[in-house]
């Protein structure tokens, strides 16, 4: 049964369109990420949500709309899409209570977008 | 400011060497992560470190802690080609947010 689960899992567009990414945990945890990784395989985090507040969003332009409709999904919507958009999309999901025993994270499959 | 630095970069070994990956930190940090990726694929947790001395084995792959050098080391013993990914060290930032801080990633490649 997959943990982590995002759709889909390539995305081919044209520059300008705009389009969503779907992601979905099934572990439980309270705290869902938005990464990106560039074609030199480096991970930016763009934002984080835990229990569906906003707690963690970097510079990322505001064509970029996270939205998260309860704790277990988390989705990522991208406006008027442009050709430096084109990477590989990672959704990850942990545990982050002061509590917890650590915070590692669990990752979808990846999106790979593609702008023509 | 928490600065992840992974060393080296890049590798390419021969089957059947020892090596060692080092991931350095800026600040103090008592979790530390290794993960694997594979060539199109997602990203894979291997060892999750949670205290100073703390050592974690798993086949050809041992990962230690030393969190007074802020400094862990993933040792590979005996290389096979099944072991060629990329492995990123993450640092927890241990703060409210408790966002992980990620290395630039060592890209492993063993030749048969």
């Known amino acids: 049964d997959t943990a982590v689960s995002q759709t889909p899992k390539y995305l081919v567009t044209q520059m300008g369109n705009d389009k969503s990414i779907k992601c979905e945990q099934n572990?439980?945890?309270?705290?869902m990420y938005w990464y990106k990784q560039d074609s030199k395989k480096f991970l930016k985090i763009m934002f984080s949500y835990n229990n569906k507040e906003l707690i963690i969003n970097e510079t990322v332009p505001n064509r970029f709309s996270p939205k998260s409709p309860d704790k277990a999904h988390l989705n990522l919507h991208i406006n008027s899409l442009e050709l430096g958009d084109s990477a590989v999309y990672f959704c990850?999901?942990?545990?982050?209570?002061?509590?917890?025993?650590?915070?590692?994270?669990?990752f979808g499959q990846g999106t790979r977008l593609t702008v023509v | 400011e928490l600065k992840v630095e992974q060393n080296p970069l890049f590798l390419s070994m021969q089957e059947g060497k020892n090596y060692t990956i080092y991931c350095n930190y800026s600040?103090?940090?008592?979790?530390l992560y290794w993960y694997r990726q594979d060539p199109g694929k997602s990203l894979e947790s291997l060892f999750v470190l949670l205290s100073n001395g703390a050592v974690k084995q798993e086949g050809r792959l041992m990962a230690s802690l030393d969190t007074k050098a802020r400094l862990s080391t993933l040792h590979i013993t005996a290389a096979v080609h099944d072991l060629s990914a990329t492995y990123f060290c993450?640092?927890?930032?241990?703060?409210?947010?408790?966002?992980?801080?990620w290395g630039a990633g060592t890209k492993l490649i063993i030749k048969p």
């Open positions: 600040t103090t940090s008592d979790r």
């Open positions: 990850a999901s942990s545990q982050v209570k002061i509590t917890a025993e650590n915070t590692e994270a669990f």
């Open positions: 993450a640092v927890d930032k241990a703060d409210s947010n408790y966002q992980l801080i």
């Open positions: 572990l439980g945890h309270d705290t």
